[in-house]
């Protein structure tokens, strides 16, 4: 059988196979590095030998990881234009899950910063975000949905141009057994809003490329991650710029951190979750 010019060959399983292989060891600008240790963008400072997760996400694309409890995630903007649209969950029991409301309402703050706890519905601690030098981040206005980008952008879907972080989250929320009634609403880093006296919301954008953001996992984490453009950013093109994710060994606070007993509420926070993972032996 003739190949037709530019073709792989492909025509019997062999060739197939042989095509299929011969793409092995390519690299893109945005995947998964395996073994994590093979990234070529280590964080600064950080042994690789205890790196259990690196990968550049594209814009447009989502990642997702389960990860053990003590183990610190750096999120980085590339170029200044992504946007890290994130959910966590307790990986052992995953109805627990990151509650907005509360992680806004029970520091008493609503702006995501350093020393600022995701939380749970149960009062315990997720995730807290222990650096960050971007400073712009937001718990206010969740991720966009699919009929909010066909009417801004024409399409949504995860295939498509303009993909929509409720679909994202959609897809990889089913690689952990969970359904769309188990997205709760998400914060989002390095694109920030600000409320005015009026209630209104102002969109201030990132602080600009290589900025970047660490969570430390509290407890056993199932982590999801949309990087598709805010909600509210007001320029008309679908814009999203790749973004990175390194993971690596450390350790949940603990009473010698300051942040333990930084205030009455992060003082109970912390202590419900040291009592829970006590029990599970964790």
Request: charged letters at 20%.
């Amino acid at each position: 059988m003739a190949n037709v010019a530019g073709q792989h060959e492909t025509d019997t399983v062999h060739s197939a196979r042989a095509d299929a292989r011969a793409q092995g060891g390519k690299v893109a600008e945005a995947m998964p590095y395996l073994p994590a240790s093979s990234t070529p963008f280590p964080p600064p400072g950080i042994d690789i030998a205890t790196l259990t997760w690196a990968e550049t996400v594209a814009g447009g694309n989502y990642a997702h990881k389960v990860v053990a409890r003590g183990t610190r995630v750096r999120l980085e903007d590339v170029t200044g234009d992504a946007c890290a649209h994130v959910l966590v969950y307790n990986a052992l029991e995953p109805w627990e899950r990151l509650n907005v409301a509360d992680t806004v309402k029970i520091p008493w703050q609503a702006y995501l910063r350093a020393g600022h706890p995701l939380l749970s519905g149960d009062g315990r601690v997720l995730a807290t975000i222990v650096a960050d030098d971007s400073g712009c981040h937001d718990a206010l206005c969740g991720t966009s949905t699919a009929k909010a980008n066909q009417a801004r952008y024409g399409g949504s879907a995860p295939q498509g141009s303009s993909p929509s972080g409720r679909e994202l989250f959609t897809l990889a929320a089913a690689k952990h057994g969970l359904a769309p009634r188990d997205l709760p609403p998400s914060v989002s880093f390095f694109k920030g809003v600000r409320v005015g006296q009026d209630g209104g919301l102002t969109f201030v954008g990132g602080a600009g490329p290589g900025t970047s953001v660490e969570l430390l996992a509290e407890l056993p984490l199932i982590i999801l991650i949309a990087n598709v453009p805010h909600p509210v950013d007001p320029r008309p093109r679908y814009t999203c710029g790749p973004l990175r994710v390194h993971a690596w060994e450390s350790r949940p606070t603990d009473p010698a951190d300051p942040r333990w007993d930084a205030s009455p509420e992060a003082l109970r926070y912390y202590l419900n979750t040291a009592d829970y993972a006590a029990a599970r032996g964790i």
